[in-house]
């Protein structure tokens, strides 16, 4: 890379549209492999510890939908960006805390990390409260990793039951961030047999490297980062 296509704090153009039009490629091949149609699989370009100029190029591609994985991160860049793209859809990828979920309701599109009841029930509180519905996907922890957040596989339908019934919840899907140290395929297959006895469509499943073994397990949406903005500066979630 020649040094006026690089930026001092972040990727250049090019690589960004470069690295996108792989990643949609790859996208489509692994669909088609696995008989699927490429336009039932959702990129969420995770664009968590980038800046708007990195961010840029992805959406002037068409790209509309990402990922954040920090509330306070995101509300720095994203509702400039929202405005003058419209048709932004924000997912919340990372954890989230009671004291920031009416600042996550009024940005975010998408809450993939409903991972314990305490925040089911502010989240539900808060959606009425704005009249703001985000679409919601609950965490499973698959690996049942002590330090990883989620809802244990064992009681992934009892809480399940709970968001829709109690407290009156749609849920879109499921997601999990399988063990970095373990074959991610048995957790993404885990997540789509909790999904399918509880009636759910959505899975969030795969990041850079192993994105395409997800959609082989039925993955709806893949939240990849590095592979189209390059490696984080400073690792973040
Ligand atoms: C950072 C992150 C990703 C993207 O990871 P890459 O390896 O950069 O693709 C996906 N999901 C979650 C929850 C993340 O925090």
Same mark, same amino acid.
């Given at each position: 890379?020649?040094?006026?296509?690089?930026?001092?704090?972040?990727?250049?153009?090019?690589?960004?549209?470069?690295?996108?039009?792989?990643?949609?490629?790859?996208?489509?091949?692994?669909? +088609?492999?696995?008989?699927? &149609?490429?336009?039932?699989? *959702? !990129?969420?370009? #995770?664009?968590? @510890?980038? /800046?708007?100029?990195? %961010?840029?190029?992805?959406?002037?591609?068409?790209?509309?939908?990402?990922?954040?994985?920090?509330?306070?991160?995101?509300?720095?860049?994203?509702?400039?960006?929202?405005?003058?793209?419209?048709?932004?859809?924000?997912?919340?990828?990372?954890? +989230?805390?009671?004291?920031? &979920?009416?600042?996550?309701? *009024? !940005?975010?599109? #998408?809450?993939? @990390?409903? /991972?314990?009841?305490? %925040?089911?029930?502010?989240?539900?509180?808060?959606?009425?409260?704005?009249?703001?519905?985000?679409?919601?996907?609950?965490?499973?922890?698959?690996?049942?990793?002590?330090?990883?957040?989620?809802?244990?596989?064992?009681?992934?339908?009892?809480? +399940?039951?709970?968001?829709?019934?109690?407290?009156?919840?749609?849920?879109?899907?499921?997601?999990?961030?399988?063990?970095?140290?373990?074959?991610?395929?048995?957790?993404?297959?885990?997540?789509?047999?909790?999904?399918?006895?509880?009636?759910?469509?959505?899975?969030?499943?795969?990041?850079?490297?192993?994105?395409?073994?997800?959609?082989?397990?039925?993955?709806?949406?893949?939240?990849?980062?590095?592979?189209?903005?390059?490696?984080?500066?400073?690792?973040?979630?």
């Amino acid at each position: 890379m020649s040094v006026s296509e690089s930026k001092a704090n972040g990727p250049s153009h090019r690589s960004v549209a470069a690295g996108l039009a792989e990643v949609r490629s790859r996208i489509v091949r692994a669909a +088609l492999d696995a008989r699927r &149609a490429p336009g039932d699989i *959702a !990129l969420v370009c #995770v664009s968590k @510890t980038f /800046d708007a100029d990195a %961010i840029l190029p992805a959406l002037e591609a068409g790209e509309r939908m990402f990922g954040e994985n920090r509330v306070q991160e995101a509300e720095g860049k994203w509702p400039a960006l929202k405005a003058r793209f419209p048709g932004v859809e924000l997912h919340l990828i990372g954890p +989230l805390q009671s004291n920031k &979920a009416r600042e996550a309701v *009024a !940005l975010f599109d #998408v809450i993939e @990390t409903v /991972d314990r009841v305490k %925040i089911a029930e502010t989240l539900a509180h808060e959606m009425q409260r704005a009249q703001r519905f985000p679409k919601l996907f609950v965490e499973i922890n698959t690996g049942a990793e002590p330090q990883k957040a989620g809802i244990l596989p064992q009681n992934a339908d009892a809480f +399940l039951t709970d968001c829709r019934q109690r407290l009156g919840l749609k849920i879109a899907g499921l997601m999990c961030i399988p063990p970095a140290s373990e074959l991610a395929s048995p957790h993404f297959a885990l997540l789509a047999s909790i999904a399918r006895r509880n009636g759910l469509a959505g899975l969030s499943m795969g990041m850079s490297a192993d994105f395409e073994l997800a959609i082989q397990c039925g993955a709806t949406h893949v939240r990849v980062g590095s592979a189209i903005f390059g490696s984080r500066a400073t690792p973040a979630g």
